[in-house]
């Protein structure tokens, strides 16, 4: 099936500092969704970019389906920010369905 | 707020009992998605029903069930518990069945096995 990495697994940075978290994926996928969780466990939806860049205040997220990557861009951080990124594909193949990544766990020190 | 609601927040309980898990969709969505996330498994799809029908299986062990009931929400009924089911378990709604849909997450069900 597909493989999803996420790149750092971990990162530490000052409040302030901007950061860039990566996700490849191995095959073509049909849907792309980046989430937070934060540290009480919520998954909170950040980004569905099958392809393209959006923003939403200081995030903004980049996909290039064609090279299989997607990038997910925090400027400014907050502390609020801390927790772990998923990114989450779903491909076409019926038996892979949506299949996350290991995430990137953010530690944003105030 | 997601508007996805999911019942109980907390549940405990022994080796070798059946739990039952319910999710309430959002508003409008006919698609339910379960998912388990355990520390060693990390974030793994379940199972999808569509409109009350079955759509996709992902790793979902033969001791778990769902279903999606006529006003759309649904359960996940885990039965013969072990300790390595203690995890959370989210569920998630979307507007459609087809691939390429936009999934909005519940708060989970923390579920542990002693």
């Known amino acids: 099936g597909i493989q999803v990495e996420q790149s750092p697994p971990d990162l530490i940075l000052q409040e302030g500092a901007n950061s860039t978290l990566r996700c490849n994926f191995s095959?073509?996928?049909?849907?792309l969704q980046w989430f937070h969780q934060n540290p009480w466990g919520q998954l909170i939806n950040l980004f569905y970019?099958?392809?393209g860049t959006k923003q939403n205040g200081r995030l903004s997220a980049t996909t290039v389906a064609t090279e299989r990557y997607s990038l997910l861009y925090i400027s400014s951080s907050q502390t609020t920010d801390s927790g772990v990124y998923f990114c989450?594909?779903?491909?076409?193949?019926?038996?892979?369905?949506?299949?996350f990544g290991k995430g990137t766990r953010l530690h944003i020190l105030p | 707020d997601s508007g996805v609601t999911q019942t109980p927040k907390h549940l405990i309980t022994a080796t070798g009992q059946r739990v039952t898990l319910r999710c309430s969709p959002r508003?409008?969505?006919?698609?339910v998605y379960w998912y388990q996330q355990s520390l060693d498994q990390g974030l793994q799809f379940l199972i999808q029903?569509?409109?009350?029908?079955?759509?996709a299986k992902g790793n979902i062990l033969e001791r778990f069930s769902a279903q999606q009931f006529p006003d759309l929400h649904s359960e996940l009924n885990l039965s013969s518990l072990e300790l390595g089911d203690s995890a959370l378990y989210f569920c998630?709604?979307?507007?459609?069945?087809?691939?390429?849909?936009?999934?909005?997450f519940g708060p989970g069900t923390r579920l542990t096995v002693l």
């Open positions: 508003s409008g969505d006919l698609s």
């Open positions: 970019i099958p392809s």
């Open positions: 029903y569509y409109n009350g029908e079955e759509r």
């Open positions: 095959d073509s996928v049909n849907n």
């Open positions: 989450a594909v779903e491909t076409w193949n019926r038996d892979d369905k949506i299949i």
């Open positions: 998630a709604s979307s507007v459609l069945a087809g691939d390429g849909n936009e999934q909005f």
